[in-house]
């Protein structure tokens, strides 16, 4: 059973940083694309950053400011948030699955506010 699960979230000023964590059991994350999403208040969920042993992927509204890494002994990835705006706020999701099908797992989200 894969679970992920998410952490990090809170509250931060704009032109702060926050790191959030998603920790994966049930798969090898090597072997897999991870993603993060986030979706604001009546928005849909919007695609953020992905990681694979081959690479990484931003959304344009944050490339340059938040980064991805993983770390395959503690089968977790980061999104390093930096230079936060108010626009960032929102609950975000962390989410896996094959390198070239959808993302089939996903986290229960953790929040999070930017203030300005």
């Known amino acids: 059973q894969v679970q992920l699960v998410e952490s990090g979230g809170g509250l931060a000023q704009a032109g702060g940083s926050l790191r959030l964590s998603c920790v994966a059991s049930g798969l090898a994350i090597r072997d897999y694309q991870l993603g993060w999403f986030r979706q604001a208040p009546g928005e849909e969920r919007k695609f953020v950053a992905r990681i694979t042993r081959y690479g990484t992927l931003f959304s344009d509204s944050v490339r340059g400011r938040f980064t991805i890494a993983a770390d395959n002994v503690k089968n977790t990835i980061y999104l390093y948030m930096n230079n936060m705006k108010p626009e960032d706020t929102a609950a975000y999701y962390c989410?896996?699955?094959?390198?070239?099908?959808?993302?089939?797992?996903w986290g229960q989200g953790t929040q999070v506010t930017v203030s300005s």
């Open positions: 989410a896996a699955g094959p390198l070239s099908g959808n993302y089939d797992w």
